[in-house]
């Protein structure tokens, strides 16, 4: 992979994830008008990170796991979310801002602490595997078998169990 492949394969990277920011934000805030901070960053999230799942999912059932495909159709499902989760006519837009109460900027402290907690340990183990490659018997006997078969077969339908010992 050279220079030009790396940072296609990033472009392609934020062409599919960036565009479910704003959409679950705002499918988010049409679902759930009336809730607080940390129950509108949590719903966010899991519109967003399910979106992206499911996008993957049946791109990649439909025979299409390849970089471009997936961002494309991933920024036009995002779009739609987007177009969704757009305020009716009886829903004012709320101001995104603190939460008066005690409790509820309290909850959303412990949310973002969660979040950021989460974020520095996935972090920390990718960082801790760059000079040396996976390590774990997880990711060695299974993800990256099933990863290289993924990658070249642009196809996740016909995934096989391959570790004879694992009895999930």
């Keep these: 992979m ?4 790396y940072l296609l394969g990033d472009l392609a990277l934020s062409v599919t994830l960036l565009p479910w920011v704003p959409a679950s934000v705002r499918l988010s805030r049409r679902l759930l008008p009336g809730s607080d901070a940390a ?3 949590l719903s966010s999230s899991v519109i967003g990170i399910g979106g992206v799942i499911v996008v993957a999912e049946l791109v990649g059932a439909c025979d299409g796991f390849r970089r471009w495909p997936l961002a494309i159709v991933s920024a036009l499902v995002a ?22 109460g005690r409790a509820a900027r309290a909850m959303l402290a412990c949310t973002a602490v969660c979040i950021l907690a989460t974020t520095a340990a996935l972090i920390g183990r990718d960082a801790s595997v760059l000079t040396t490659g996976p390590h774990d018997l997880d990711s060695l006997h299974y993800h990256l078998t099933q990863a290289a078969q993924i990658v070249e077969s642009h196809n996740i339908d016909r995934i096989h169990h391959t570790a004879s010992s694992d009895g999930t």
């Design 39 to 41: 129950v509108a960053a």
């Design 79 to 100: 779009a739609l979310v987007a177009k969704l989760g757009r305020p009716g006519d009886g829903l004012r837009r709320r101001a995104a801002g603190l939460p008066a």
């Design 2 to 5: 050279n220079v030009a492949d």
